[in-house]
């Protein structure tokens, strides 16, 4: 059974960065779709990114610009990096996995693999 654990989330500035990683284990991390989603409170959960086994990137449009999805297969590890930050950004975050299929889906209804969320907050 796949398992995800998110890291690297806390406070920071309006106008800096943020680096996500999320490790898995229990699968075939180099086969999987890895995407991040988000959660601001009161809101649903939506997409950001996702990146294919084979590093194929695929970036929400709303996140266009500033936000890179990366993965590292030999370390079981995906990234999130999101740069410009703004307190909009504000909310629990979460990587997910799926089986590779030909392509990654940019549904979160399509991913049975979650972490555990790691918060995020943006002062000004």
């Known amino acids: 059974q796949v398992q995800l654990v998110e890291s690297g989330g806390g406070s920071v500035q309006a106008g800096g960065s943020l680096r996500l990683s999320c490790t898995a284990s229990g699968g075939s991390f180099d086969t999987d779709c890895m995407a991040w989603f988000r959660q601001a409170p009161g809101k649903e959960r939506v997409g950001i990114a996702r990146i294919s086994p084979e590093g194929y990137t695929y970036v929400f449009e709303s996140f266009l610009g500033r936000v890179t999805i990366s993965r590292d297969n030999a370390k079981n590890v995906a990234y999130l990096q999101m740069d410009s930050v703004t307190p909009e950004d504000t909310a629990v975050y979460y990587c997910?996995?799926?089986?590779?299929?030909?392509?990654?889906?940019?549904?979160?209804?399509?991913?049975?693999?979650w972490g555990q969320g790691t918060q995020v907050t943006v002062s000004s």
């Open positions: 997910a996995a799926n089986e590779y299929v030909g392509y990654c889906s940019a549904l979160k209804e399509r991913y049975p693999y």
